[in-house]
């Protein structure tokens, strides 16, 4: 499939059945990542750098922030993106909107289109002269000054928590248990949060499926109720496997028996009664 006419895949292409565990295998792969989960590149960086791969010089690299943990931050690498995709004439909506929320499934999907984008450029094949972690220094000086500057918030705070103790603040023994049962339950929420996810990935790789069946069963109907069609036998059989009302039980011995009793289905004996007999035999 050729570069341009991704943009506009639909949600039944392949591309959206490609799993969770086989992208974040790819792009850990292709640049030297190690994320765990797809809402890890809810920032846009992961999708800065992935067509910085396939199209060399295009993407400014110094613009791009690996650290951006804001909705603000975030957006400004997704401008970045949009950028990008303007110049290359990409013709793809980006759901900011939903991205930046973390979501797996929104994230997921963008990430599924991604590579197929990728492996239509480049036919699957890693570019072995790209340095993704030299690529990524590229915005190392602007992300330093910002850590710096966390760095002496962090001092300040300090500070600040060392003096309220003088004047009679909670000890640090009560401090660090608080502490302690705030870590505990963050990891309840972070572990209840990645069951939460998997669900809705399964359920949304279901419903995908169920619409896919069901478009094939409805294609099937349309051509039964062919009016050259609808009378065979054949056709009835179909036809009551379809709209069978008991879930549990299977119609095809019924279907079978309906195309059984035809005369003719399995013979030459309907041709031999439809031919008309010579007089003069």
């Known amino acids: 499939m050729a570069a341009a006419a991704v943009a506009n895949i639909g949600l039944m292409d392949s591309a959206y059945f490609v799993g969770r565990g086989e992208i974040l295998t790819w792009i850990n792969a292709t640049l030297q990542l190690s994320l ?14 992935l067509l910085d791969m396939v199209h060399p010089g295009v993407v400014p690299m110094h613009k ?12 400004q690498n997704y401008k970045v993106l949009q950028d990008v995709f303007n110049k290359l004439r990409i013709n793809k909506n980006i759901e900011v909107n939903r991205l930046v929320k973390g979501r797996p499934l929104d994230n997921l999907e963008f990430l599924q289109w ?16 790209y340095n993704p972690a030299e690529r990524r220094s590229k915005g190392g000086k602007e992300r330093n000054h910002k850590a710096s500057n966390k760095s002496s918030k962090s001092l300040q705070a300090n500070r600040l928590s060392s003096a309220n103790s003088a004047d009679g603040a909670p000890t640090t023994e009560k401090v660090c248990i608080s502490t302690v049962m705030e870590d ?22 279901t419903e995908k ?26 056709t009835k059989g179909i036809r009551k496997i379809l709209y069978a009302a008991d879930a549990k039980d299977s119609s ?30």
């Open 36 to 49: 765990a989960k797809v809402e890890e590149a809810a920032s846009g960086a992961v999708q800065c750098q």
């Open 64 to 75: 791009v922030n690996f650290d951006a943990k804001t909705e603000y931050d975030m957006i």
């Open 114 to 129: 991604l590579k197929r984008y990728c492996d239509a450029v480049n036919g699957g094949i890693m570019n072995e002269n």
């Open 184 to 205: 505990h339950y963050m990891e309840q929420i972070q572990q209840l949060s990645e069951k939460i996810a998997d669900l809705k990935v399964s359920v949304d790789s």
């Open 209 to 234: 499926e169920r619409d896919f069946y069901f478009s094939k069963l409805r294609d099937i109907e349309i051509l039964c109720q062919r009016p050259e069609l609808e009378h065979l036998p054949m």
């Open 252 to 281: 095809l011995s019924e279907a079978n028996e309906i195309i059984t009793r035809s005369p003719g289905m399995f013979s030459d004996e309907a041709e031999c009664q439809a031919t008309p007999k010579s007089p003069y035999t």
